[in-house]
């Protein structure tokens, strides 16, 4: 079941087309991985998802409702969580407060809204630090934050944008627990990383793309091997040996 | 001990006109308190919603203007003001905010120090409705202060309430977000044009009231007074930083302490210069004298210069610092 698709997605910055024609669909319950080079649009994707960006033109539907004109909140109502590249911790507050702030998403009463966010937060393994002011977090723990608070809003269709990078090893595992975890629970995820043992290891579908465009999309494998990509990442000679 | 000082405080308020017959002193808590009602207002949006205002006098001065217009215009008793003065106030924030939350930080400040200005201009040109610069006169309902006290002391109460109230609720984790960060905000799914505008109608709806009850006690309003940019605007921005910007008693504290201040200058620190310069008969005390009634704003630039490097979280946010400052001395002087 196509949860997510995304069709002749179209961002011009200016003259600068950073996303062209891009179109891809996202089956329910897999994990969908982003990636391309530097300044090739992943994060522009992501941003004109959650509407931070209006696109120029193209659509977006999620659950086969059309969401290309919702607003940011509204995008996030209506399941879509996601979190940042640079991370935006609600820094003078405690990380429960991070998280109670995002469960009110879908709860009313306080009461409520605490006990989805210890909840939250001991699946996201951040319980042990849920009193520590937020700014005073490692950059390791910030990111996990954002997830922790994405995931207490309990969208459907979650955004990691550059989760692991930044990471040293050890977290990185625990990283690719946590993601791997998420999808376990039902949630669909989208995910753009620079780290290629964590997106080859745990996408399901991988989506290349470089200037704005797509250059291949396949299984993790595939995308490897494919000629297009590996001259992105690598340079063209390498392309042809 | 913390946790009852509210109470204490409480207690000693309501007390405090029976056995203080004195009307000044009488009169100094009632700004004290009408300035707690602006200062939690001004709290509201800027110190929890993290949207600076400088433009509280608009909304001040729009409920002291609807309590005398009610008065003077249609007959009817100013104290009416104090049902429609939180209203009217709303009325002239829901505009503004609908346009001008689209500007952030800064900009947002800028745009509220151009309403209190609008607001001014208007009240001074619009002879026909408000009398401009003559002002408005109503007779005050009542000789004695004490029932003013308490009606400020009540609306002081609620606005304390109503700040804690809200602060508790999802409203408050929603403001506090919007301040931390406003493009996480929205992509937890707050609508934070939303929220903004709510924050601010609060903050207008007390700011509001407290005008009203400004024109029924004081009995004289014209723009220059209630519209003014340092004695309004700048003043409630300085009872919320002096108190401690985003603290429930922050405002109480602040107004305590500004009002202080005030009079402290108005008076010319109590008439110290005045006696002063006729002891000394030294000309340029006679000069100082003279002007230094008009010096509060110095005294408050000051203020804020000593505050913002001493106490960035103001009185009641870095309350437990100052306990630590002054502990260890008074151990001290007990040891020796």
Redesign the interface.
Known sequence: MILFRVENLIKYFGGLAAVNNVSFEVQKGEIFGLIGPNGSGKTTIFNLISSYHPVSSGKIYFNDQDITAYKTHKVCKSGIGRTFQVVKPLGRLSVLDNVIAAAFAKVRTKHEARDLALETLEFCELAHRKDVIAKSLSIGERKRLEITRAMATKPKLLLLDETAAGLNPSELDAAIDLILKIRDRGVTIIIVEHIMKVIMTISDRIHAINFGQTIAQGTPKEVADNPAVIEAYLGEEYAHR | MKKYAPFVLLAILIAFPLVVQNSYYQHLLILVLMWVVIGSGWNMIAGYTGQVSFGDAAFFGTGAYTAGLIASKLGLSAWWGMAFGGFTAMAVAFPFGWICFRLRGAYFALASLALNEICRHIATIWEDLTEGMAGILIMPTFLSKIPYYYIALALAVLSVVMVQIVM???WG??F??IR??Q??????????HHYKMISLNIAAFLTGMAGSLFMNYMGFIDPEVVFSLHDISIMAILVGIVGGVGTVYGPVVGAFVMVAVHEFFRTGFFGFFKGLAGLTGSEFLIVVAKYIGQAHVLGFGILVVVVILVLPNGIVGDWNKIIRKLVPMKNKGVAT
């Open positions: 508790n609720s999802k984790y929603y506090l977000s931390e960060d493009d996480a905000a929205e992509s937890l799914g707050i609508d934070t």
